[in-house]
């Protein structure tokens, strides 16, 4: 069993910046796929990005170039770096945990994760 628990998320104006926590449990943090999801009200939970076993890492369009994961496996934590924020980056944020997967147009679906956190609130005023 695998808990995450996210944390960084705030209020933020248009053009900032903010760096998502993400701490996990058990000793086994670097053999899991790590993603980040968003869900905004009234929407379905989409897809941010992914950071394989291997260190490769994968970025929703809407995200590319302003949003950066990176893992800690020493302290079995993962980040998201989001920088020029735009209002439409408001959602809430959630952390996910997988096995490492060869078909890399799996990681943009929720059902693959195995593992969730609870969600960190991120608003970005214009």
């Known amino acids: 069993q695998v808990q995450l628990v996210e944390s960084g998320g705030g209020l933020v104006q248009a053009g900032g910046s903010l760096r998502l926590s993400c701490a996990t449990s058990?000793?086994?943090?670097?053999?899991?796929?790590m993603a980040w999801f968003r869900q905004a009200p009234g929407k379905e939970r989409e897809f941010v990005g992914v950071?394989?076993?291997?260190?490769?890492?994968y970025y929703a369009d809407s995200v590319k170039g302003r949003f950066t994961i990176s893992r800690d496996n020493d302290k079995n934590t993962v980040y998201l770096q989001m920088n020029s924020l735009k209002p439409e980056d408001t959602a809430v944020y959630y952390c996910?945990?997988?096995?490492?997967?060869?078909?890399?147009?799996?990681?943009?679906?929720?059902?693959?994760?195995?593992?969730w956190g609870q969600g960190t609130q991120v608003t970005v005023s214009s």
């Open positions: 950071q394989r076993v291997s260190g490769i890492t």
């Open positions: 058990g000793r086994t943090f670097s053999r899991y796929s």
């Open positions: 996910a945990a997988t096995g490492d997967i060869s078909a890399n147009y799996l990681y943009i679906r929720v059902e693959v994760y195995n593992y």
